[in-house]
């Protein structure tokens, strides 16, 4: 189903432009950006007054009560509170979150795989943890890391190229939180965020 958003919006760190968008096919998938003002109008709509517009738009105290009235409008937030927009099926707005990143425990230090890609990694050991960045990693492999435990989290290479500034591949403390990104050549990787020696 097709809706039209009279304005640009952002919602689950996302930004979406004005125009059409593509409700998410189930509860917790993302809108689709299907075009932009003009480029795609739904059948028996005009580029001026679309048919099929069915977005209401404003304050979140300001959203109505979910009833008969709002079934398959969906209603966009311009404050902080709204959150993700949402959708009303007669009896609830449903709001379509954007879908949470994985998530991974890690208590001994192992390689990093394929599989971490885009998963948050939460160190819980009382014990350092490496994580060793092997070569062959998917191209644009990136990975965060968050020290939930005492011991602090490593990254090291084998194979790979990693840097970092003034060498800092640790996580700082615990609660701290480091990012592995790619760089522009294969098999090198530089390591941002809280970190320490």
């Known amino acids: 189903m097709r809706y039209y958003a ?11 432009p ?5 409700l998410p096919a189930s509860k ?28 209401l738009y404003g304050l979140y105290a300001n959203r109505p009560a979910a009833g008969p009235a709002y079934q398959n409008k969906l209603y966009i937030c311009t404050d902080r509170r ?21 998530k991974s425990e890690v208590t001994a230090s192992r390689a990093l795989t394929a599989a971490d890609d885009g998963v948050l990694l939460l ?6 943890i490496t994580l060793t960045l092997p070569a062959g990693l998917p191209v644009g492999f990136q ?11 490593t990254i090291a290479a084998s194979g790979a190229t990693v840097n970092a500034q003034s060498s800092k591949f640790s996580t700082a403390a615990q609660h701290a939180t480091i990012e592995v990104l ?13 970190s320490g020696l």
């Open 6 to 16: 009279p304005t640009a919006f952002r919602s689950g760190g996302v930004d979406y």
């Open 18 to 22: 004005q125009g059409w968008l593509d």
């Open 28 to 55: 917790g998938d993302p809108l689709v950006a299907t075009g932009q003002l003009y480029l795609e109008v739904p059948d028996g709509g005009s580029q001026s007054v679309p048919s099929g517009a069915a977005v």
């Open 82 to 102: 709204g959150g993700a927009p949402a959708f009303c099926d007669a009896a609830s707005w449903v709001s379509f979150a954007v879908p949470d990143r994985p």
């Open 123 to 128: 160190g819980n050991s009382a014990s350092t």
């Open 143 to 153: 990975c965060r890391v968050t020290q939930i435990g005492a011991g602090k989290c």
């Open 182 to 194: 790619p760089v522009v050549a294969a098999d090198s990787y530089t390591v941002t965020g809280q």
